[in-house]
């Protein structure tokens, strides 16, 4: 009712068409599916910059010995750009986390209706194009329930925050 209210007022009387062939199922799909999309991508730059951050800091530090720490207690030298360097494999499994989440999110979910479809002669092939999905999702039940993709971004959600607290944890300490 609030994406109508507001489509509404952008474009006037054309936007409580918005309804016309679609569900509210298949548009909370697609909403939480370009939403997540566009979270994926800025998640994304901001990974890629904070690892070009500690590869920067690690060019300067390839000398700089440090204490390793094993269950927080010093355990053997090493050097701080091998330990800054850990942080960026960390992240690159969090980017191949993100990417994987990224293309199982793809399918376009709109014109599958509440449930079986819809009556009126629509292209999905042409809303596929428009959202930039890859192609439309196959079985209008399970893309009405579908929210694996939700699951698998908060699950690489939650394994990117954990490495961001381990990495803030050590930078709290040291200080």
């Given at each position: 009712m609030d994406v109508e209210a507001l489509l509404t007022e952008i474009v006037g009387e054309a936007?409580?068409?918005?309804h016309t062939a679609r569900s509210r199922n298949d548009q909370v799909a697609t909403d939480f599916r370009l939403w997540i999309r566009d979270t994926l991508d800025v998640t994304d730059t901001a990974l890629k910059a904070l690892q070009e951050a500690l590869l920067k800091l690690a060019e300067s530090h390839v000398?700089?010995?440090?204490?390793g720490f094993t269950h927080s207690q010093p355990a053997q030298p090493i050097v701080f750009a091998h330990h800054l360097l850990a942080y960026v494999e960390m992240f690159n499994r969090d980017k191949e986390r993100f990417k994987n989440n990224f293309?199982?999110?793809m399918e376009?979910?709109?014109g599958v209706g509440a449930l079986t479809g819809?009556?009126?002669n629509i292209d999905r092939e042409y809303?596929?194009?428009k959202l930039?999905?890859?192609k439309p999702t196959r079985n209008s039940i399970d893309t009405v329930s579908d929210r694996d993709f939700v699951l698998?971004?908060?699950y690489a959600a939650s394994v990117c925050s954990m490495h961001i607290s381990r990495i803030s944890e050590e930078l709290i300490i040291w200080n």
């Open positions: 936007g409580k068409k918005l000398d700089t010995i440090m204490p293309s199982s999110l376009n979910p709109l819809t009556s009126f809303t596929t194009k930039k999905f890859s698998d971004f908060l």
